[in-house]
């Protein structure tokens, strides 16, 4: 088990690795000083924890991997999370990018597919004192029992845009989501109007884990 020690050198390093974030183009101060608060390397794997503070993803076993922190930031940015909103996470992985919504002061709910992440991410989430929102099951068709949501992230990457998770969205909600093939994602934000009306812009490229269950890719 990783003793939860966060200390200096590791505060100096997220440091870091903020300035890097700062100038690769990201603005919201909120999402900096958040990356800054958390101890990334509290979520990895102990054989990778000298690089926990590097801008690059990692294996963090089932098939997944922690999301690079460029790609956390980023996504959280583009949520343009007000405090107290309603936000379904898609993919706990982790529980990193959950724990950056949470201090985002939004009211986070979250789900996993993978049963094994889930327990192991469930385990590491009490001990590090943040709430436990986070369920078990298929993602891809949204949380129904705790919808509408002002804000849906996807942290894997979709196929198709599940109509399900726009239903779910509030009016004025905004979902992001990287839709594409297996090898790399646009990063999707749809917006949905108060009359039901949809927008969708496209944000860049990217690569993530593929997304599992009925809506996502089967293999």
């Known amino acids: 088990m990783i003793a939860l020690e966060d200390n200096y050198k590791h505060k100096g390093l997220r440091k870091n690795l903020v300035e890097i974030l700062e100038k690769k183009g990201i603005t919201d101060q909120k999402v900096c000083n958040v990356i800054g608060k958390i101890p ?13 503070y590097e801008d690059k993803a990692f294996p963090i076993g089932e098939g997944q991997t922690i999301s690079q922190p460029y790609t956390v930031a980023y996504q959280t940015q583009l949520l343009d999370i007000k405090k107290g909103e309603k936000i379904l996470e898609i993919g706990t992985g982790s529980g990193y990018q959950y724990c950056v919504l949470v201090e985002m002061e939004a009211n986070v709910y979250s789900m996993e ?9 469930l385990n590491l ?7 436990t929102k986070v369920f078990l099951g298929d993602g891809s068709k949204g949380m129904k029992t705790q919808a509408p ?4 992230l996807v942290t894997a990457g979709a196929p198709f ?35 039901g009306k949809i927008t969708k ?12 269950g009925d809506n996502g890719w089967k293999n």
Do not use: C, W
């Open 113 to 121: 597919y993978n049963a094994k992440l889930f327990s192991k991410t």
């Open 201 to 212: 812009k496209s944000m860049g490229k990217f690569q993530f884990v593929d997304l599992k």
């Open 125 to 131: 989430l009490k001990k590090l004192k943040y709430p």
């Open 161 to 195: 845009v599940p109509k399900a998770l726009i239903e779910q969205l509030s009016p004025m909600g905004r979902l992001v989501i990287p839709v594409g093939n297996q090898s790399y994602q646009e990063m999707v934000v749809i917006d949905k109007q108060e009359g």
């Open 40 to 52: 990334r390397h509290l979520f990895m794997d102990s054989a990778f924890l000298n690089h926990a």
């Open 149 to 152: 949501f002002n804000k849906i």
